[in-house]
């Protein structure tokens, strides 16, 4: 769990500079931890409303763990399964399918 302080830190970085793409992230990954998932896709959608880059690559990737894990109830972190393949091992196959079609816009 994050402790509030960091928390209304970047919540301030992001209400003051919203075109800030790297604390929107860090924002949606913190809201991720504490399990707040619906308000973690909502900033992370944001981020992939830009421009298709790199960053929006790391967006997307975030966003759909945030679904896979809202979806399954377990919990967003390195070295856990890829979003796809948590929404195909809970037979998610419509989740699946839309990752893979983020994932190919952005090659």
Do not use: Y
């Given at each position: 769990?994050?402790?509030?302080?960091?928390?209304?830190?970047?919540?301030?970085?992001?209400?003051?500079?919203?075109?800030?793409?790297?604390?929107?992230?860090?924002?949606?990954?913190?809201?991720?931890?504490?399990?707040?998932?619906?308000?973690?896709?909502?900033?992370?959608?944001k981020l992939t409303g830009a421009a298709r880059r790199r960053s929006a690559?790391?967006?997307?990737?975030?966003?759909?763990?945030?679904?896979?894990?809202?979806?399954?109830?377990?919990?967003?972190?390195?070295?856990?399964?890829?979003?796809?393949?948590?929404?195909?091992?809970?037979?998610?196959?419509?989740?699946?399918?839309?990752?893979?079609?983020?994932?190919?816009?952005?090659?």
């Amino acid at each position: 769990m994050i402790p509030p302080a960091p928390l209304t830190r970047i919540v301030s970085a992001v209400d003051s500079q919203p075109a800030f793409r790297l604390a929107r992230f860090n924002l949606g990954r913190m809201l991720i931890a504490q399990r707040r998932d619906d308000e973690a896709i909502v900033e992370l959608e944001k981020l992939t409303g830009a421009a298709r880059r790199r960053s929006a690559a790391i967006s997307v990737r975030a966003r759909h763990r945030a679904r896979a894990c809202r979806a399954t109830g377990t919990k967003g972190s390195s070295g856990r399964p890829t979003p796809r393949q948590l929404a195909r091992e809970h037979g998610q196959h419509e989740l699946a399918a839309a990752i893979e079609r983020d994932l190919a816009s952005l090659k």
